[in-house]
């Protein structure tokens, strides 16, 4: 057993893997696993639990109004469109999730359902086991050697289809974005990705356009009837992201329509069981080849994010936040204080004070200890504007060696 000071009551509302309670339980956490419980059962459920954790359970705003002790919600997964994060902000509840972990076993669902579209594999499955034998309707498959792909939304599994796409001697185009991670600009520019600067430019140039982007208001309804008219003739559309990207009845008419074709893995009104009777006419269209929302379900995917698990719960009892989505991020403020100081009991506590009295809020604060543990440098980021007496008063306190001042933006 690996000791922690710090032990959690952890519940986790999805299936979860025997790995990952059994390493949790090891370092004296308590775990309860409820794989059953419904969105409205929660609430109900969450008194005395430190940590919540979910994979497609919907955590809402009562969720966090009635909790006693919930700090930390992870979503084992990447996409926290189901988690309302503003009400987890507002009761000082971490949201975190496991973004890149599930990217290649999505990456791979969307390179299958490509060829099984291209190369017609289900139908073709469909009338040998009825025993009829058809190569001349299903010999006239286009191919994807020289085609090209639009990816919208090139993140870490659009990256990873990007790569895959690429083995496959295809064109990659994806739109230009300033705020692209520098990791993906990087395998970008590896794989010759080409960017783009609107739709307009790259729906009609692309034999696939692949959707990998979040749900949200932005790109609710992304795929609409100008959107579909915007896309070649005979071009496929493949959604692994979310289904409420796609206006289904606008998908209808295209494919009833038009020379269009669809790889789908989501949809808007799928079940949020695992088994359920459902009806879809998107997902039962002749021109659909669909899966049912599977693309982060292999066995390599679940690892991983059961890893990803462990690795929040012990990074959060270590007093870290990885890859918390509703923390603002850590430069806010007006400035940024810098105080090298011993060691000692009490020296930040005057510090704060002192801050106190000139009514300076601190907005983040991190006090690092130097090698051999006699000093210490704290940076503190506050709201509001320093005085010089105000330094020069922090710079005379007991075992205080020096203080310094920059604004946010860095300037002294």
Known sequence: MRPTEVTMRVLFADAVGESTVTQLEE?????VVEPGLQAGDLAGRVDGVDALVVRSTKVRREVFESADRLALVIRAGAGTNTIDTEAAAARGVLVANLPGRNAAAVAELTLGLLLAVDRRIVDNTVDLRAGRWDKKTYGAARGLLGSTLGILGLGSIGIEVAQRATGFGMHVLTLAKADRRPDVVARADD?????VDSLDDLLPACDVVSLHLPAGKATAGLVDRDFLARMRPGAILLNT???ELVDEDALLEALDERDLRAGLDVYADEPGSGRAEWTSRVAQHPRVVGTHHIGASTQQAQDAIAAGVVEIIDAFVQGETPNCVNLTPSRIGSATLTV???????VLAHVLDRLSRDRLNVEHMQNRVFRGGDAAVATIDVAGPLSDDLLADLGALPDVFGVSATTIDGSP
């Open 27 to 31: 370092r004296g956490h308590t775990c």
């Open 241 to 243: 992201s979310r289904g």
């Open 340 to 346: 090298r100081h011993l060691d000692r009991v009490g």
């Open 191 to 195: 794989l010759r990705i080409e960017m």
